[in-house]
């Protein structure tokens, strides 16, 4: 049972799909992650094992490397793909409850932003990591950050900016989302903010990568 989880583990860490998936190439018509997790649901491994004993494991390390420069966005890309092709055999026990989340994180680009790559990451890691996502997008005005926060309350709330025409948007909705509903952590990031432009707009947390995003969402449900 431990040999089949730390498998799964390793194929999200390197990327291995599935038996097809010919990345990585010393893994070619080895199984992936989508069989073995397969494999753990039918030998009677409990799905909340899987997703923190193995998934969120290999993540993890994912984590670790690409802030580390050891590993770059293809490869994150391909573990993150592992990880969501796993989390298709988990998605039933997640809807019938069977499985909790660690909370849930609410990630979008601001308005009048179009870049995701590294909102997508975010994303993808945090998920990685155990914690539901909600995805709104690009290009998200204030007004729909509230409505999902509505619709999920005690949510963190994501924004990403890339543009520095874009990042300026950010004050006025840190200010909007926590005046439609106080109490709401928001945490901001994207390549021209830094820690000084969060402190000056009110929002709670800055990080420069997916690693320190997923860090201080673990923390604040620790
Ligand atoms: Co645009 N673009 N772009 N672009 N683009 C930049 C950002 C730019 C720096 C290029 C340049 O001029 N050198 C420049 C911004 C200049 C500035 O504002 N100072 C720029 C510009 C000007 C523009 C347009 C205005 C160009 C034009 O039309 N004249 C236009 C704007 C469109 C719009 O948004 N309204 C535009 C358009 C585009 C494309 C559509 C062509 C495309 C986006 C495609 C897409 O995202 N689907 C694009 C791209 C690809 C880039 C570059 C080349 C790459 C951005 C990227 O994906 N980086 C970029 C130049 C560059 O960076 N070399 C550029 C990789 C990604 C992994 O990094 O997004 O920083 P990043 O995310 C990191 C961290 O920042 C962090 O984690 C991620 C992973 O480490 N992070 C968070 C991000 N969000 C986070 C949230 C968090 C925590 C961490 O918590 C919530």
């Known amino acids: 049972m431990e040999n089949l989880l730390s498998q799964i583990a390793y194929c999200v860490e390197f ?10 190439p ?36 994912v984590g670790i ?7 770059f966005v293809p490869q ?16 039933p026990f997640f809807v019938s409850g069977d499985v909790k989340r660690k909370g849930i994180f609410i990630i979008g680009t601001v308005a009048g932003d179009l870049h995701d790559i590294g909102k997508n990451l975010v994303a993808m890691m945090v998920e990685g990591n155990g914690f ?22 005690g949510s963190v709330v994501g924004l990403s900016a890339l543009l520095t025409t874009t990042m300026v948007n950010m004050e006025k909705m840190v200010k909007d989302i926590k005046g439609a509903v106080p109490g709401t952590t928001v945490m ?5 903010v830094n820690n000084d432009f969060c402190l000056k707009i009110g929002a709670d947390f800055y990080s420069p990568d997916p690693q320190g995003a997923v860090e201080y969402l673990s923390r604040k449900v620790a």
Do not use: C, W
Request: hydrophobic share 40%; proline share 5%; charged share 25%.
């Open 188 to 192: 901001i990031g994207g390549a021209p």
């Open 132 to 153: 539901e996502v909600i995805d709104l997008g690009t290009d998200v005005k204030s007004e729909k950050f509230i409505q999902a926060l509505q619709e999920h309350p």
């Open 65 to 71: 490397k690409f802030r580390e420069n050891k590993v």
């Open 26 to 61: 010393d893994m070619k018509g080895m199984d992936g992650a989508d069989e073995l997790t397969r494999q753990a649901l039918d030998a009677g491994v409990h799905p909340n094992e899987i997703l923190t004993g193995a998934l969120v494991k290999g993540m993890e390390k």
């Open 15 to 24: 990327g291995k799909i599935n038996k097809l998936s010919p990345y990585p």
């Open 76 to 91: 994150v890309l391909m573990s993150a793909k592992a990880m969501s092709t796993a989390m298709m055999h988990l998605k």
